[in-house]
Nanobody
Framework: QVQLVEPGGGLVQAGGSLRLSCVAS????????MGWYRQVPGKEREFVAA????????SYADSVKGRFTIFRGVAKNTVYLQMNNLKPEDMAVYYC?????????WGQGTQVTVSS
């Protein structure tokens, strides 16, 4: 089992920045693929960003390219999402996801509110 905890959400003005973090514990592995998704009420959860276990490959949704950056901490069990130039449409609950040994794990989600 892998547990994911996501501190770091909050309220920010449009144009501002926020960094989310996801701390993985349990049967983690440096080979885990990690990613971020987000969801607003009434809509499906959507992909935001992901990083490969080698850290050499990252991918982003078109809507966040150039504004968001996903990266791992030195300890590899922490993944960050640096969000710059936030827009009101970025407001959502953000979820961390880990793919570990073929299994998917999700964090509890953290609210990001962007005021215009």
């Amino acid at each position: 089992q892998v547990q994911l905890v996501e501190p770091g959400g909050g309220l920010v003005q449009a144009g501002g920045s926020l960094r989310l973090s996801c701390v993985a514990s349990g049967r983690t592995s440096s080979r885990d693929v990690m990613g971020w998704y987000r969801q607003v009420p009434g809509k499906e959860r959507e992909f935001v960003a992901a990083i490969s276990w080698t850290d050499t490959v990252t991918s982003y949704a078109d809507s966040v390219k150039g504004r968001f950056t996903i990266f791992r901490g030195v300890a590899k069990n922490t993944v960050y999402l640096q969000m710059n130039n936030l827009k009101p449409e970025d407001m959502a609950v953000y979820y961390c996801k880990a793919i570990n040994d073929g299994n998917e794990y999700w964090g509890q989600g953290t609210q990001v509110t962007v005021s215009s």
